[in-house]
């Protein structure tokens, strides 16, 4: 199956989603409805589209583990280090900028956070440089899974994910024909469930039915639907998974699937129902260029927020009108520019680093 670009696309709108809906957290401006504009629900979708990627690449590349988790460090790392280092330099100036903010919905909070990772400083700086934040219990670390880096507790998350991945769609792949395959994730199932109340929101048992909806579709778009005679009858099959995965997950997951399903269903219905036109929209060049700068995008734009507040608070902006309009220009232009750089001198060599090093053993043989 061809590179899916709507997914890129799609990656790209969650990235803008979750930065407006941390701006709009942050401003003096008080709206009827979430204040953070329900930005979690784009981290749900980047959990399934991360089920999708790693199914994809597991399935089609067949690598050794060990190259497939160097490849995986390469990936996420070197850029996530480098805002890391931003954001821990930045965690004194945070505790100022939270403590005068005139307003904004979450101040209060991210002044809590603030002071929990500077009282907690050498656990988060220790547990964040490895990104196993999000499996350190509360009680140990308070708030450790927000610390510096609020929005890293989703790389947290990817990370706990690829280091199990192989074996999981390894064993999902076997369970339809190994009763012993089955038993073992519906085990593992239990377990997670049972487990992750007593561990931090970013731990991976909250999230394995959203990272098991981008693995089931991509074996129903690589397996299931090569067997399907007509493209109608493949979008009632994903209809059908992800209605089942609504009924299992609950009123808070419709949202988050039902945008995974019109992505998907736009890919697959050519013409259909006006569906082609937003699998155009998500191929739009400049939705396609944020959808490559997205990691950078999601990692930098809270540090590009915490400056701009400064600055402005600096120049003496109160004026709510004012302080939200400037504060929105600042992060989206700051953002823009400093993850034009981090992706194309950090995450594009590392990547092609990466590649290299799969190839390697090929050339070899």
């Known amino acids: 199956?061809?590179?899916?670009?709507?997914?890129?696309?799609?990656?790209?709108?969650?990235?803008?989603?979750?930065?407006?809906?941390?701006?709009?957290?942050?401003?003096?401006?008080?709206?009827?409805?979430?204040?953070?504009?329900?930005?979690?629900?784009?981290?749900d979708v980047f959990v399934i589209l991360s089920g999708f990627a790693i199914a994809t690449l597991v399935e089609r590349k067949r690598e050794t583990y060990g190259i497939y988790i160097i490849r995986r460090v390469l990936r996420i790392f070197p850029v996530y280090w480098f805002y890391l280092a931003i954001s821990i330099?930045?965690?004194?100036v945070s505790v100022d900028v939270w403590t005068n903010a005139a307003g904004g919905e979450a101040a209060a909070n991210r002044l809590q956070i603030s002071i929990a990772a500077l009282d907690n400083f050498w656990p988060n700086v220790i547990s964040h440089i490895v990104a196993l934040h999000g499996v350190v219990p509360r009680n140990m670390v308070p708030n450790g899974e927000y610390a510096f880096l609020g929005q890293a507790w989703s790389i947290s998350l990817?990370?706990?994910?690829?280091?199990?991945?192989?074996?999981?769609?390894?064993?999902?792949?076997?369970?339809?024909?190994?009763?012993?395959?089955?038993?073992?994730?519906?085990?593992?199932?239990?377990?997670?469930?049972?487990?992750?109340?007593r561990f931090p929101y970013s731990f991976i048992g909250r999230y394995s039915a959203f990272f098991a909806i981008g693995i089931a579709t991509y074996f129903l778009l690589n397996v299931g639907i090569p067997y399907l005679a007509h493209r109608k009858i493949a979008i009632a099959a994903i209809a059908l998974l992800i209605v089942t995965a609504l009924v299992l997950l609950e009123l808070p997951a419709v949202l988050p699937?039902?945008?995974?399903?019109?992505?998907?269903a736009s890919i697959l219905a050519s013409g259909q129902f006006g569906l082609s036109a937003i699998a155009g929209f998500l191929r739009w060049k400049p939705i396609q260029t944020l959808g490559l700068m997205s990691y950078s995008v999601y990692l930098s734009h809270m540090a590009v927020i915490v400056l701009g507040m400064l600055a402005l608070e600096k120049a003496g902006i109160t004026s709510p009108y004012l302080h939200a309009a400037l504060l929105?220009?600042?992060?989206?232009?700051?953002?823009l520019i400093i993850s034009i750089a981090s992706y194309n001198f950090i995450e594009v060599p590392f990547q092609r680093l990466g590649r290299n090093l799969a190839t390697r053993p090929q050339a070899a043989e």
């Open 89 to 92: 330099a930045l965690a004194w």
């Open 158 to 197: 990817e990370w706990q994910f690829y280091l199990i991945a192989p074996l999981v769609i390894g064993l999902g792949a076997r369970a339809a024909g190994s009763f012993k395959a089955c038993l073992i994730l519906i085990i593992g199932l239990f377990v997670l469930s049972y487990v992750s109340p």
């Open 1 to 43: 199956m061809r590179h899916i670009k709507e997914y890129d696309g799609l990656r790209g709108l969650m990235a803008l989603w979750v930065l407006i809906g941390h701006w709009a957290a942050t401003i003096y401006l008080q709206f009827p409805w979430p204040a953070n504009l329900g930005n979690a629900y784009a981290v």
């Open 257 to 264: 699937i039902s945008i995974w399903i019109i992505a998907t």
């Open 328 to 335: 929105l220009i600042i992060t989206l232009a700051g953002t």
